[in-house]
């Protein structure tokens, strides 16, 4: 088995006395001071994520018609100050990723996740698309929470809401996968612990992929390998708002198709009324209609459980029976996010 991969903040992260785990391959904190203080950190004021694991591929702009015919966003024609999410689509209408692009006016940055780098750049090079593999000689630090962008305009000048930026050593975007406000910077690898220690005078908190994950469950946010994956469409997934791509691009009639038809599988959101959690995998059903937890656990901010939960089609009822260790728990299906 090949050793896991680190950061550049590893050993900073040991300093911290963090709770290292594996995650795609890479040896990451998973909590310093514990998930639900890390949680509230973000919620109430700010807290600072090391997210370099995810993938940094530079790719060139004179591609970009190239690009766009890969993902079922219109990547082409937003302005070039923008950031995009987006999915790349396999020819079956399936989800190879879900990526952010940072655009600028002769620059593309695509950010993927840890567990698809690999298989990102195999279906790069497929199609005869160039990059540059960033992602050992940078780092990627995300800043959010209710206090965030007031507390990094003291350190950089701060762009519209998906816009990118480029300031001396930093490039970012004003994204972030938490549900808050905040800014995703990448940058050199040796500038990290300078752009840490400023973060940490102004108060911010390191905060782990325990949060992260409780955050963006919290927020409606879908997570890669979970509520999308090589067996699941953006349509399936409730992404239909991504595409906005009007060319042809790869897979595109399946998505056309499931868009026109409905017949497909449908992606829920769900809370218990108990305080049992559904975990992912536990089996449900509503209105006849089988389903399957994708990511559920307890919101520490509504203080009741939530999650995801993929139905094999539509269910017409709201309510719905999940098997948990063989005891039958009821909760409801919701068709806002979780958070307002």
Not at 8 to 35: C, Q, R, V
Not at 128 to 155: P, R
Not at 186 to 214: H, Q, W, Y
Not at 314 to 340: C, H, M, Q, T, W
Request: net charge negative; with cysteine.
């Amino acid at each position: 088995m090949s050793e896991s991969k680190t950061t550049s903040l590893y050993e900073f992260h040991l300093s911290k006395n963090a709770k290292i785990i594996d995650f795609a391959g890479w040896s990451m904190p998973f909590s310093y001071d514990g998930t639900l203080k890390e949680h509230h950190y973000v919620r109430e004021s700010a807290g600072y994520f090391d997210v370099s694991h995810m993938g940094r591929l530079r790719l060139n702009y004179s591609q970009i018609e190239e690009i766009n015919y890969l993902i079922c966003s219109d990547l082409k024609n937003i302005s070039n100050t923008k950031a995009l999410y987006s999915i790349f689509i396999s020819e079956d209408g399936t989800a190879i990723d879900d990526v952010i692009f940072w655009k600028f006016e002769d620059d593309l940055i695509l950010i993927c996740n840890a567990s698809n780098t690999n298989k990102i750049k195999t279906h790069l090079d497929i199609h005869s698309i160039n990059y540059e593999d960033l992602t050992m000689n940078t780092d990627l630090v995300a800043v959010q929470g209710k206090n965030a962008i007031d507390i990094v305009t003291n350190i950089m000048s701060v762009p519209d809401k998906f816009s990118t930026s480029k300031e001396g050593k930093y490039v970012y975007a004003r994204t972030g996968y938490t549900g808050e406000d905040g800014l995703e910077v990448m940058l050199d690898s040796n500038d990290t612990l300078g752009f840490i220690s400023e973060l940490e005078a102004k108060g911010v908190k390191p905060c782990g992929l325990g949060s992260r994950d409780t955050l963006r469950l919290e927020a409606s946010l879908p997570l890669y390998g979970f509520e999308l994956t090589d067996d699941i469409s953006p349509i399936e997934a409730g992404l239909k708002w991504t595409v906005t791509n009007k060319d042809d691009y790869l897979g595109k009639e399946v998505i056309d198709h499931q868009i026109e038809s409905k017949e497909h599988k449908h992606l829920k959101r769900f809370k218990l009324n108990a305080k049992q959690i559904a975990r992912t995998g536990t089996i449900c059903i509503s209105d006849g209609v089988e389903g399957i937890v994708t990511s559920g656990n307890i919101s520490p901010i509504l203080g009741y459980p939530i999650g995801f939960v993929l139905f094999k089609s539509n269910p017409a009822d709201d309510l719905v029976e999940f098997d948990i260790r063989g005891n039958l728990i009821e909760g409801n299906l919701l068709y806002k996010r979780f958070l307002s």
